[in-house]
């Protein structure tokens, strides 16, 4: 064993063994600790938990596309429709339960007193929900 001596006559030399003693005492007491306390993990508290109903989602209303194209030509869902067939149209959908969403899809050469007839048609018949829809702008990639 490597206690060190008193030798003089040798040239001392590094010590060459490592002392584990103070590791096996930390390794000791904490095993010491994960004893006492691994009961504390398995043990479970009781709870009468309150229960709750919730009202089903509502459904979601049927949407609208309403497009203009460039010309001034307005389409309900793809199919080409006047302005006096638009209003009987918007006035139906405005009495339905509930009511569905108008999606305004203009060109961009679309001139805006078109697109405010429409809007103001949309108003004076009792829809309530209108959004517009565009289209993201492209971005070139990056290098």
């Known amino acids: 064993m490597a206690f060190g001596g008193f030798d003089d006559n040798k040239q001392p030399a590094p010590m060459s063994e490592i002392n584990v003693t103070p590791m096996v005492d930390v390794m000791l007491v904490l095993l010491v600790i994960f004893i006492i306390t691994a009961p504390l993990f398995t043990h479970a508290i009781r709870l009468d938990l309150p229960t709750a109903q919730s ?28 302005q006096q067939d638009l209003d009987a149209r918007l006035a139906t959908a405005a009495q339905q339960t509930p009511q569905p969403e108008l999606q305004l899809r203009a060109d961009k050469s ?9 809007m103001a048609a949309a108003q004076n018949s009792g829809m309530s929900k209108m959004g517009f829809v565009t289209e993201p702008r492209e971005t070139p990639p990056k290098q």
């Open 55 to 82: 009202a089903p989602a509502p459904e979601k209303p049927e949407t609208i596309s309403l497009s203009i194209d460039g010309e001034g030509k307005i389409f309900w869902n793809n199919d080409a429709i006047q």
């Open 110 to 118: 679309t001139r805006y007193e078109i697109i405010a007839q429409v």
